[in-house]
């Protein structure tokens, strides 16, 4: 068995345990409290809410897993096949809220397993390095930074509106997408000890992004509808970690003259149908309580 194949193993129960940790955590923002609350004061209250600690630790065994994936495989095959999370969701989904899944949920999910397929083998993804140069870096930051400063305070100004959740669905997501290539340089540095572990800065800027993107997923799913905040993240990860992959760490598909097409119509299937799982699962959850205003007590 291949490098490759063992990364697409440990990127499928990746996905699985995110999945899990996904359903738990849209339950635990959602029953939380029941009063209207602000970014920082949800967060807190989901500090001491056991339930969301729970999926917290399933979610963390799942990017163990992810990281395995990533030490062996490039960010475009991990990330593409992460986006199955959704078709472990699904069912578990169904089963806690004792809705089974529809038949357009079902066609949907085939469509996204197909489109991964494709992807995955057509696309021929080929891994490039594992960590960049500062300046690389600090052009991501410059690019990132104002973009993601943008969304925040756009979500501010449209609170209690669904485009505040689309906003803050696209931090969260896109953080976790920096946050996977983050995490390969951490990997890259493994074989060398834990003190060459401990001296990259990759280790240390990852734990910033995942409690930050760990905090704005939480806000997204109060600030409005899930079906508008879930589709968001979900299609805004893979995409940023894609783009990410390839202009951070030289990595490229390679699909021949002749496969482009074809690739190029199943990522587009991916985003649709990605987009609309996420969107029925969302659905499947009770409706949020909105969170307040920034002016009334953030």
């Known amino acids: 068995m291949s490098k490759a194949d063992i990364a697409a193993l440990l990127a499928l129960s990746a996905a699985f345990f995110i999945g899990v940790g996904d359903v738990i955590h849209q339950r635990s923002a959602h029953d939380v409290t029941d009063k209207p609350v602000g970014y920082l004061e949800l967060f807190l209250e989901l500090l001491r ?3 969301w600690w729970l999926g917290s630790a399933v979610s963390v065994l799942g990017f163990g897993f992810q990281a395995a994936a990533l ?7 991990v990330q593409a096949l992460l986006v ?5 969701a699904l069912p578990i989904q169904a089963r806690s809220t004792g809705q089974p899944v529809s038949r357009s949920q079902f066609l949907w999910a085939v469509l996204l397993a197909t489109s991964v397929a494709v992807i995955v083998t057509v696309g021929n993804p080929t891994a490039g390095d594992s960590r960049a140069a500062f300046e690389v870096w600090a052009g991501v930051i410059a690019v ?3 973009a993601l400063a943008l969304c925040i305070v756009g979500a501010r100004v449209f609170a209690g509106r669904p485009t505040a959740a689309v906003l803050l669905g696209l931090v969260s ?3 976790w997408g920096l946050f996977a290539v983050l995490i390969k340089g951490v990997v890259e540095r493994l074989g060398d000890g834990v003190g060459a572990v401990l001296a990259t800065p990759e280790l240390y800027v990852g ?3 995942a409690i930050a993107g760990t905090a704005w997923q939480q806000s997204a799913f109060r600030a409005g509808s899930l079906s508008s905040s879930l589709p968001t993240m979900t299609v805004a990860e893979p995409v940023v970690a894609s783009m990410l992959g390839i202009f951070v760490l030289g990595e490229a598909l390679r699909p021949g003259e002749d496969g482009w097409v074809m690739l190029i119509a199943a990522v587009a299937a991916m985003v649709v149908s990605t987009a609309a799982l996420a969107r029925r699962e969302a659905d499947s959850v009770s409706p949020p309580v909105a969170a307040k205003p920034p002016d ?3």
Do not use: E, K
């Open 173 to 175: 997501g896109s953080l």
């Open 84 to 88: 199955t999370s959704l078709l472990f």
């Open 207 to 209: 734990i910033a992004v």
């Open 71 to 77: 030490g062996l495989g490039s960010v475009l095959l």
């Open 144 to 146: 990132m930074g104002p």
């Open 49 to 51: 809410d056991r339930q």
């Open 296 to 298: 009334a007590g953030d």
